[in-house]
């Protein structure tokens, strides 16, 4: 497995029943709408179909999401949709001809085509989806945990396009949901906060597998405070911009104490209040979240001095 600018830690769970949310057996809903002078047709046949999720497994009985479709392109230039099933195991009534069918676990699917014949019979279709499964999460440093709702990853294929972009799969996924996906290398991009923690790696997922991968950020999280003397009360009204060390703005805020996250890194806080500016400069640690303090008894106008140079 490759790794791009993360450490990450990869777990291979055996047992895929957590990928799986029991459901109610799925039945046909609706029938081939192209037969038309009969509310049931007499040459129906039953069509039966199992999804695999390697070639050597057992039919899936959960969290399958089964179409048949006609292979004739409608006016849209879609093909139509004949019959839908949700479960596991499908059973559908067809009248011969040809279809396609698809079956989809998640973000994973299959399509094959199928011929229903006039008589004999009618081979059951199984579909093997070669897919897996992948829970992601993240820490900050070597092990400083995460809030969820400060997280979020988004995974996009590995190939890149001609247009050098990569195809967006699945956006704004949550740490530790399960995302149903074919079998392959995969890019993902975790975002630590709003503003530039932001980390890339490219993860493998196995057919018939969970993964349970975690994303090293080197980041960490940062209160802001206009003080009068150390550890003393934060000033409201305040107005903040934070630069890099290059002098390129990448955060502003106005309050009391803003909370941000922040890219390992040298920063200058900047603060405005009363029509006075204050700064200073400070570094951020990765995994070590802390308070930066900007205090009112350095000389406001020097301060504006050195920003206006």
Known sequence: MA???AALAQDTLESFSQITTPKKSGKLTSFNPLVTGESEPQNLR???CDALLTEDGSPMQHGLSWRIFSPIPGADGKLPLLATSEGGSAAFRLVPGEYFVNVAFGRA???KKLLVPESGS???QVMVLDAGGITLNAVSGSDVRIPPNDLTFSIYASEVGEDGERSLIAPDVKPNTVVRLNAGTYHVVSDYGTVNAVIRADIQVEAGKL?????QHRAAQLTLKLVSEEGGEAIADTAWSILTSSGDV???????FPTLVLAEGQY?????????IYQRDFTVTAGQNTDVEVLLTENPDQQAQVITD
């Open 3 to 5: 790794v791009a600018s």
């Open 46 to 48: 039953d069509v039966n």
């Open 109 to 111: 699917a299959a399509t």
């Open 122 to 124: 009618v081979e059951k």
């Open 211 to 215: 993964i349970q991968a975690t994303i």
């Open 250 to 256: 990448v955060s502003e805020s106005v309050g009391a």
């Open 268 to 276: 200058t806080a900047v603060a405005r209040n009363k029509k006075q």
